[in-house]
Every structure is written in C-alpha cells, then in structure tokens.
C-alpha cells in the first residue's frame, strides 16, 4: 500500500508543480481577466463530466475491487466503456447547447470534453495500477509544459490553452487504453443487462457525488455567473491552490479507499491521518507566512485579493482532510457507503442554501464565495465523523496512539 500511495502522491505533485508554470505564463498572455474566461470553461467541462459520471467515479474502482474473478472485472471495464460511449453524443449536445462562446471554443471544448469523458483512471485505480497512472501523468504534464512554453497565447489565448488540455487527455486516454488491451480486460462486449446493473448500482454513489463535486469541480463556472472575469481569475488561481490541498489529501483516501474495502485495516486510516495532520501542521506556518512571497515571485499579477482566500482555503482543508479518509475508506469498508452519500448530500444543501442567500440579497463577493466551500467541508466533516462514532469506527483518541500498520 506504500508504494501505491507514494505513487499517487508523486503523481499529485507533478499536477501541482505544472498549474505553478502554466498560471504564470497563461495570465501574462491573456491578463487575469483570460484566465479568468479559461478556467471558467475548464470548469464547465467539468461540469459537464460530473452530469455524465452516473457515479462511476467512486463506484467503478470498489467495483472492480470487489470482484471475485476475471470475468466480473472484464464485465466491469467493457459496461463502464461502452456506457461512456452512450452517453458521450449527449455531452458534445450540452456542450453545444450552454457554449456561448465562438465555433473554434466549442471545437476546442468538444476535443477536451470528449477525452474527458471516457477518462480511463478509475479502472487504472480499481486495478491499482497507480505506477502506471503516475508515469503517464508525468509525461502528459511534461507535454502540457513544452506546448505552453512553445505556443503564442497573444491570439485566441483561451482557445488555444482549452487545446492543449484536451491534447493532454488525450494522450491519458490513449496510453491507458493501449494499457488495458494488453492487460486483456477490454473486449468491446456489449450487453445491456450488465451495463444496466452497473449504473444501478452506481446511482447511490452518483446522486451524493452529484452537487458536491459541482461545487468543488465547477464553482468557477458557477461564480464567472455573477462575477467579472477578472474577479474569477482572481478565485480560480485561489482555488487552484486549495485543490492541490485536496488532490494530495485524495491521493492517500483513494489508495486507503481500495486498500480497506479489500482487507478492512481500518487502523491504517488513522495512520496516515495521523501524517497528514502533522504535515498540515508543518505547513501552516509556511502558508501563513511565505504565501505573498512565492505567489509574487510566480505571478504577474496583483495578489492582494488572492492571499486572503488562500488562507481561508487552507483553514479548510483539515476539514476535507477528516471528511476525506473517514468517509468512503471507512464507512465503505463496514457495507456503510449510504453514510458516507449523506455527508456529501449535507455539504451539497448548505453550500447550495448558502449560494441562493447571497443570490436573493445579491451581496457577491470573492470571500463569500469561498466561506460558502469551507462550510459545506465542515458539514460534510460532522456528518462522517458523526456516522463513523455510531458505527464505532472512530475514536478521536485512538489518533493520537502510535501503531504499527502503516
């Protein structure tokens, strides 16, 4: 489980070291206000994703995990393919529909979208194959790098960096797929009764992930709603930097996901959560202290408005931190997963209940935008610990007594 976590988290750091080149040089192009108009629309990619998930996301890898022989996984992989497949025309149909932009930035969102999509690492995780995920991640990152630094972003910008993160999924796509053939899980075999049991089960998964991850993956989208553009630059690099926060704190839940549905050590979870709120610790002093300085030493941009949501942001990351590895990890591995939907469906209300408050007094600004995230993180902290301490899965005390699991 070490390696497959150091894998992960290797694979985390190459995606936070590439926004740290890439931001600087987009935002010099096309101005905060470009960045702005560009993550929106990645978010809205994202978006779009997070409708067509139908919950394989999460369910995908415990299914795959919990299979019994080969054929379950080879029916696994081939009904999550070819329900991507299905579901991709409407996608590219919504994308079309809610794209206001011009035809090059549908034909460049499409591109990004379509690859997207059918996005291969959840079975790459079901079958813990976190080296490979990882290797391909560094090369795909290493190619987004050499394609900013040789591009001209002064004409059609936003287009062009929508581009190149489809390019990057693209080559993910391909390699993972070339990966599994030679695996020989994938064989194209379609049956509709395997695809329709697989949604079903994977519906309890989706409805909970469903509003959550709207907020956490397409907030920007949401806010360049209500807000310049220049504004949403502002939160999306804030909440670009919150994000690896949450990516490297996922890079250990997803290993401790598959890891205790497979042999039920819950007692790792308390190890490494033990780690992570040493490191977070470690890092708050840093964070307080040397943020205006190394974001003015990689942006050329004002960073006033930014560092104040950065520290917020950070505030709520031991929040994701608790929720994150005493949600599915646990609850999952006790036959709980219900339990751990009903914090994800808590965060989601408040976060949305909040939205519609500032909506109905019209009062938008940055700040608000972000305390609404750190809230609904604490809601869905107290739902799973709550629901953890009634199963007995949890001792708050029990974290600060060393084992020897890890």
Known sequence: MKGNILSNIFTVIVNILTP???????????????????YSKVAFVALICIITD???????????????????VISVINSYLMTKFILLPFSLILTYALNFGSALLYDCLSIYLFFSVINLGPILTGLEKYK??????????????FLVFIVDFSNQGVEKAILIQGINQGFLFVCSLIYLQRMGVV???LSFLEMYVLVKDSMGFYFSKLFVNIYQQSSSYIVSLLLTMEEVGIYSIALQLYKVGQSLIGAVSKVLYTST??????DNVYSYCRISLLVYIIGMPIVLTFSDIILSAILSVDISEIIPLVYVFYMSLVFVLFSSYFGYPVLASISKDRYAHI?????SVVYFLIMSVLYAFSYYSLMSFVLAIVLA????????????????????????????SV
């Open 20 to 38: 740290l080149i890439v931001i600087p040089i987009i935002t010099r192009e096309v101005g905060v206000d470009g960045y702005g108009l560009y």
């Open 54 to 72: 139908v919950g394989f996301n999460l369910y995908i890898p415990k299914a795959i995990v919990s299979s019994r022989n080969s054929d379950g």
């Open 132 to 145: 490979f995920l990882a290797l391909i991640t560094l090369i795909g990152k290493l190619l987004v790098v």
């Open 187 to 189: 064989k194209y075999k």
């Open 261 to 266: 549905v497979k042999n039920k050590n819950i």
């Open 343 to 347: 914090g994800l469906y808590l965060s």
């Open 377 to 404: 993180d604490l809601s869905a902290m107290i739902s799973r610990l709550y629901y953890c301490k009634k199963f007995g899965v949890f001792d708050f005390i029990k974290l600060f007594r060393s084992n020897k």
